[in-house]
């Protein structure tokens, strides 16, 4: 991790590097976090989809040669609308920033975009990146489900994937890791699960968690958050290589 990567974290969630630092470093690849403002059970923020993936771009940008963009930080988050606080983006509104921040840096010279999406809700990125197969500027879409597979297994975390959807061990870990004063007390009682989730897009959370959480949290721990993170910077090396640095994939 280099002095001046680091030091270009040190707003938090925000990059803090000037025109000559983005000058003299010459990155070829943006990386972009994606998140939401969406309910989180009574502990978590509402802001916790942005922390966790300006998160995972932090860890990024100290270990690889990437421009930090700034989060969007409002996207697809519907499904939550029942709970105060949540605000949404429609589809078609966040496909129309992302490609205008795909487009604008392609005329900065930029070679590819990576998104960080912390919200599986966002379905929309998905198709982004796949319009932008075969084309000069490549992108891609960051974590995927193998490489969250791979860092669960790392941390440890004992509940599954399908299982700890949303507030959860994972998310909770994550948070207790970097950013441990926006956790308040409760995670450690909030557990629940509900599998069956077949009506989710037609019904939305509400009908299958009364509080928003949908997993255990009780199971979280900083040191699970700090593994995840370290197993999604393995990862990464890969997608940096496809959207045009030059890097050899792991």
């Not at 993936?53 to 990437?66: G, R, S, T, Y």
């Amino acid at each position: 991790m280099s002095g001046s990567r680091t030091r270009h974290q040190a707003g938090g969630v925000l990059p803090v590097q000037t025109t000559e630092d983005v000058r003299a470093e010459g990155a070829k690849v943006a990386v972009l976090p994606v998140g939401s403002f969406e309910q989180h059970g009574a502990f978590l923020p509402l802001v916790t989809d942005t922390v966790v993936a300006c998160a995972i771009a932090a860890e990024l940008a100290a270990a690889h040669p990437v421009l930090s963009l700034p989060p969007v930080t409002i996207s697809c988050s519907h499904e939550h609308a029942a709970w105060p606080g949540t605000v949404s983006l429609s589809a078609a509104t966040l496909y129309a920033v992302v490609r205008d921040i795909a487009d604008s840096l392609r005329r900065a010279g930029t070679r590819g975009l990576v998104l960080v999406n912390g919200h599986g809700g966002n379905y929309v990125l998905r198709n982004v990146v796949q319009e932008s197969a075969g084309g000069d500027f490549g992108m891609a879409l960051f974590p995927g489900p193998a490489d969250w597979d791979s860092a669960r297994k790392r941390a440890g975390v004992r509940t599954p994937a399908h299982s700890d959807m949303h507030a959860g061990e994972l998310e909770t870990s994550i948070l207790l890791h970097t950013h441990p004063e926006l956790v308040r007390p409760g995670h450690e009682t909030s557990d629940w699960i509900s599998d069956e989730r077949k009506h989710l897009l037609t019904l939305g959370m509400s009908a299958y968690t009364e509080s928003g959480v949908i997993g255990r949290p009780s199971r979280a721990s900083a040191d699970k958050g700090k593994e995840l993170l370290a197993g999604l910077v393995d990862s990464f090396a890969e997608y940096l290589a496809l959207v045009g640095t030059g890097e050899e994939a792991s």
